[in-house]
């Protein structure tokens, strides 16, 4: 059967590059993206729409013969603390339709998991793939519900869902909306303009990160291999780096752009200390040969010239 693809949330910060990645692999009309925001770029097929909205995506699914979901619409930490009733109803309501849809028409789902799911209380060095999870976010909350939701799919009704857990990403084409590691982000588009910066975590605040490519390939790398060799239905750790602001600012100088940083924290502090400052993912490499390819280095390199020419487009 041919392959169709729906990727809900595909005009947000990871859809925007799976999408063209999935359209790469498989061809450009096998993917159709669901998206509550208005689609000012995206050429493809594209409904606007909720994913609380059942309906919506089991008349989507049949309307266009859907075989594959890639379920990315979600709020973040920020954006959830702010509306926790509406992260639930997003994250959890969300999920949960997109799996029942998945159980009725026998389609293959892809849902990304956090680093959120881990709380103060779990091992922050190394987190274990199998560990406590006791959250302190409602962000956080929906992940580790969402988890467990996928793995009762899979187990109560064979539904193939599979799953990472997403460290920070960094990227330049899309702006992330509302995410505790943000500031990994924001930090280019200040360097590259002013050169001043305020970061609203501290500067020895280690986080795991990881550039987008890598996220995009890990999430292509899950979907295509044999079931068989999916031994974790909740969500594989996966890891590419761990930094810290100051370890970024540093990596950012070392290629000549001057940058002056001052800190102010918030809220965000508090989450970013709930969270791993880094994460074993050895099942992941064991059971489907995951492998990142950007280190630090490479990341800055990339940021600076993809926002450089973000930032000259705009001029
Ligand atoms: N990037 C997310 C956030 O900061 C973590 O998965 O909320």
């Known amino acids: 059967m041919k392959k169709k693809i729906l990727v809900t949330g595909g005009l947000g910060q990871v859809g925007s590059e799976l ?13 159709i993206i669901l998206d509550k925001k208005e689609n000012l770029v995206y050429k493809g097929l594209y409904v606007k729409g909720d994913v609380v909205n059942k309906k919506l995506i089991e008349d989507t699914v049949k309307k266009y013969k859907i075989t594959e979901i890639y379920h990315l619409a979600s709020l973040l930490s920020v954006t959830g603390e702010q509306n926790p009733e509406l992260a639930w109803s997003v994250n959890i309501e969300g999920l949960r339709n997109i799996l029942e849809c998945a159980r009725i028409y026998n389609l293959k789902v892809f849902w990304p998991s956090s680093i959120a ?29 969402g988890e467990l939701l996928c793995q009762y799919y899979f187990k109560k009704y064979k539904v193939d869902v599979r799953s990472v857990r997403y460290p920070g990403i960094i990227s330049w084409k899309t702006l992330p909306g509302g995410g505790t590691t943000d500031y990994a982000i924001d930090i280019f588009w200040h360097a590259l303009s002013t050169g001043n910066y305020t ?15 890598d996220a995009i390939k890990a999430t292509i790398d899950i ?3 044999d079931a068989k060799k999916i031994t974790i239905r909740t969500s594989y750790n996966i890891s590419s780096f761990s930094c810290t602001p100051e370890l970024l600012a540093t990596a950012i ?5 001057p940058l002056k940083m001052k800190h102010a924290t918030d809220i965000r502090q508090s989450i970013a200390d709930s969270w791993p400052n880094s994460i074993d993912d050895r099942q992941a490499k064991k059971d489907w040969k ?3 390819v950007f280190d630090i280095k490479k990341t800055v390199k ?4 993809g926002v450089t020419k973000m930032q000259s487009n705009k001029n």
């Not at 199998?130 to 956080?140: H, N, Q």
């Open 199 to 213: 970061c609203f975590l501290n500067k020895n605040t280690a986080l795991p990160m990881m550039y987008i490519d």
């Open 117 to 145: 799911v881990f709380g103060m209380t779990t091992p922050q060095d190394e987190t274990p793939q199998k560990t406590i999870l006791e959250p302190t976010t409602i962000y956080g909350v929906t992940k580790v519900s």
């Open 290 to 292: 995951w492998k990142p």
């Open 19 to 31: 999408v063209p990645a999935l359209e790469k692999k498989y061809g450009k009309n096998s993917v």
């Open 302 to 305: 990339e940021m600076l010239s």
């Open 253 to 257: 100088r070392k290629q000549n752009i």
């Open 223 to 225: 979907m295509g291999v």
